[in-house]
T-cell receptor, first 112, second 115 residues
Framework: GQQLNQSPQSMFIQEGEDVSMNCTSS?????WLWYKQDPGEGPVLLIA?????ELTSNGRLTAQFGITRKDSFLNISASIPSDVGIYFC????????????FGTGTRLTIIP | DAGVIQSPRHEVTEMGQEVTLRCKPI?????LFWYRQTMMRGLELLIY????????DSGMPEDRFSAKMPNASFSTLKIQPSEPRDSAVYFC?????????????FGDGTRLSIL
């Protein structure tokens, strides 16, 4: 089956630092999504990417859909305390197929 | 607008008991998904519905799990009999078919503990 490898598994950074995480797949995806999950809550969509090579920003967040369609990255600039949480990538293989495959998550911790 | 609503938020029960988890999707959404999240296996899709019809239940772990969607605004996930290894957070999500695939919106989950 399809698998999404997300790295790093965890990150410990200081406030103000930039963050970078990525996701790679053994299969081609036509859609990449990045979600954030806070404790006790469900994942919330951050950014959606629909086209190979697409670079999309949402405030301090920037994500890119890899040219090979097998990878994506998420960058967070100038991290703040509320960025703490678990970040998940998710991919969809076919338009019209709503099934998502999720990555294993990157846990972001900000050291005071 | 109200998001995806799940109930209960927490459930603690003894093994062997029947457990029913409930979900109300976002009004107008035509897809509904049930996921299970554990530390070991991450977020796994169990089953999803389109227009109340089950489309893919290949993620349902075994016959003890069943899901129904009697109408567009309600779905249940039932475990009978429950076992300790079923302990996890169960999420419901919904989405809307569109020209460009719409993202899934998640509820806040039901944290299930089977003793």
């Amino acid at each position: 089956g399809q698998q999404l490898n997300q790295s790093p598994q965890s990150m410990f950074i200081q406030e103000g630092e930039d963050v970078s995480m990525n996701c790679t797949s053994s299969s081609i995806f036509n859609t990449w999504l990045w979600y954030k999950q806070d404790p006790g809550e469900g994942p919330v969509l951050l950014i959606a990417l629909y086209k190979a090579g697409e670079l999309t920003s949402n405030g301090r967040l920037t994500a890119q859909f890899g040219i090979t369609r097998k990878d994506s990255f998420l960058n967070i600039s100038a991290s703040i305390p509320s960025d703490v949480g678990i970040y998940f990538c998710a991919g969809r293989t076919n338009f019209g197929n709503e099934k998502l495959t999720f990555g294993t998550g990157t846990r972001l911790t900000i050291i005071p | 607008d109200a998001g995806v609503i799940q109930s209960p938020r927490h459930e603690v029960t003894e093994m062997g008991q029947e457990v029913t988890l409930r979900c109300k999707p976002i009004s107008g959404h035509d897809y509904l998904f049930w996921y299970r999240q554990t530390m070991m296996r991450g977020l796994e899709l169990l089953i999803y519905f389109n227009n109340n019809v089950p489309i893919d239940d290949s993620g349902m772990p075994e016959d003890r799990f069943s899901a129904k969607m009697p109408n567009a605004s309600f779905s249940t996930l039932k475990i009978q009999p429950s076992e300790p290894r079923d302990s996890a957070v169960y999420f419901c999500a919904s989405s809307l078919t569109g020209r460009r695939n719409q993202p899934q919106h998640f509820g806040d989950g039901t944290r299930l503990s089977i003793l």
